[in-house]
Nanobody, 123 residues
Framework: QVQLVESGGGLVQPGGSLRLSCAASGSIDSIENIGWYRQAPGKQRELVGSITAGGVTNYIESVEGRFTISRDNAKNAVYLQMNNLKPEDTADYFC?????????????????WGQGTQVTVSS
C-alpha cells in the first residue's frame, strides 16, 4: 500500500510565500510524473504544474514565475514553493503522483492523491 501525506498549507497575506510538501511512503519502486492541483470553492480542480521523473517542470500561465515545483527522489517527496501569493491562489492544493508500486508479480503504475492542504491568501 502507498500513502501520500501533504503539509505546509495555511493563511498568508497577499505577497507572502508558502511551501507545500507531499511525501509518499509504502511499496514504492519509483515515482514517475507528479502534479500539483488546486480546487477553489465552487470551481473545478485544475492542474497548477507538473514535474517529470527527469525534473522537467511545466506550469499554468497564472503561476508561471511565482510557483516552483521540485522533487527529492531519495525522500519520495515533491514540493511546491509559492511566492508572491495572490487572493486568487486561495484553494485546496493536492499532489498527484504516478507511482510504480511493487507487487508480488512485478510492478504496477498507479496514480495516487494526497489528502489536500488548504491555502488561504487574505489580508
Amino acid at each position: 500500500q502507498v500513502q501520500l501525506v501533504e503539509s505546509g498549507g495555511g493563511l498568508v497575506q497577499p505577497g507572502g510565500s508558502l511551501r507545500l510538501s507531499c511525501a509518499a511512503s509504502g511499496s514504492i519502486d519509483s515515482i514517475e510524473n507528479i502534479g500539483w492541483y488546486r480546487q477553489a470553492p465552487g470551481k473545478q480542480r485544475e492542474l497548477v504544474g507538473s514535474i517529470t521523473a527527469g525534473g522537467v517542470t511545466n506550469y499554468i500561465e497564472s503561476v508561471e514565475g511565482r510557483f516552483t515545483i521540485s522533487r527529492d527522489n531519495a525522500k519520495n517527496a515533491v514540493y511546491l514553493q509559492m511566492n508572491n501569493l495572490k487572493p486568487e491562489d486561495t484553494a485546496d492544493y493536492f499532489c498527484n503522483m504516478w507511482i510504480r508500486v511493487r507487487r508480488p508479480g512485478g510492478r504496477e503504475l498507479v496514480g495516487y492523491w494526497g489528502q489536500g492542504t488548504q491555502v488561504t491568501v487574505s489580508s
